[in-house]
């Protein structure tokens, strides 16, 4: 009876402390899956217009997000109203736009840092949680280079816009200056928490085309005739087709796979170390 308890709680022991270090690989995919929301672009404008009177800009309701805070923000089909999507091809992200910085846009997405701006216009400034994953919400944003693109899309046009402020670059959360309107130029301002919460990261895009999603849909192979291609590189042209060729925001498959490998490894490790135990008991017995 002893040996069974004894065994017991060695397998327990193992299989969670195996199955938590297993979660730090799996969570992105499980995370995304949980909290993805249906992109329409055919509903864009009118959610922007649904959302005129409920958007909320004031900072002051914002909150640290905790552990598992996704927990809360599983099947918000109905609860959450996208007016368009940012794309940042460099670190693999996707993030649906919505119009103000409440709960839960910020959490699951991008929200708009101030009203009544309009993509392609003045400095459209977006701000979105920080997350230890890169591949989650703006916690890639750090990593995002000057040169790298900067993709925005309303229901009528893709904005490219090319980075000049990034690597890293870090300010303190009173500059409130960075959303304000720069004469003569179009900008795109993204920003986030640093890791310990007391200062910001920013970066920084501008303008440098815009194509009619007409237009792209209608002759995606033929996108480096339609791009200023004088003004982007060839490997920024390949990396918009990339993402024109799924204008949609592609569905989340839950990552079954991944989660039986973690699973299953976790069982087996916790049962080979009770083996090895046991092997280890009965040495000493005899």
């Known amino acids: 009876m002893k040996n069974f308890l004894v065994n017991t709680l060695i397998f327990l022991l193992v299989l969670v402390g195996s199955l938590l270090v297993g979660w730090h690989f ?4 499980v995370i995304l899956f949980f909290t993805q929301v249906p992109i329409v672009t055919e509903e864009f404008e009118i959610n922007l217009v649904e959302t005129e009177e409920t958007a909320v800009f004031d ?39 919505f119009h103000g910085v409440g709960e839960p846009n910020i959490t699951i997405g991008a929200g708009t840092m101030l009203p009544g701006l309009v993509m ?23 990593l995002i280079q000057v040169g790298d693109l900067i993709l925005l899309r309303d229901a009528n046009y893709l904005y490219i816009y090319e980075t000049i402020i990034g690597d890293n670059y870090v300010i303190e959360p009173d500059r409130w200056d960075i959303v304000d309107y720069v004469e003569g130029e179009t900008l795109v301002t993204l920003m986030t928490c640093t890791p310990d919460g007391y200062q910001r990261v920013m970066v ?38 990339e993402v024109v060729e799924t204008l ?23 049962a ?3 083996r090895i135990s046991n092997r280890g008991s009965k040495r000493k017995d005899d």
Not at 123 to 134: E, K, T, V
Not at 226 to 239: G, H, Q, Y
């Open 248 to 270: 949609e925001y592609p569905e989340i498959p839950f990552p079954f796979v991944e989660v039986a490998t973690a699973t299953g490894g976790s069982l087996l490790l916790a």
């Open 272 to 274: 080979l170390i009770v």
């Open 26 to 29: 799996i969570q992105e995919d």
């Open 59 to 97: 900072w002051d309701v914002v909150t640290q997000l905790d552990t598992n805070y996704w927990l809360q923000y599983i099947d918000l089909d109905d609860e959450v109203s996208p007016i368009g999507e940012l794309i940042l091809p460099s670190i693999d992200t996707r993030l649906p736009v």
């Open 120 to 142: 392609g216009e003045g400095n459209y400034s977006l701000a979105s949680h920080w997350d230890p994953n890169p591949g989650i919400r703006f916690g890639g944003l750090p």
């Open 204 to 241: 920084r895009g501008e303008l440098v085309d815009q194509v009619s999603m007409e237009e792209l849909r209608a002759d995606a192979e033929a996108l480096s005739t339609i791009v200023n291609t004088e003004v982007l590189s060839i490997t920024s042209v390949e990396a918009i087709i």
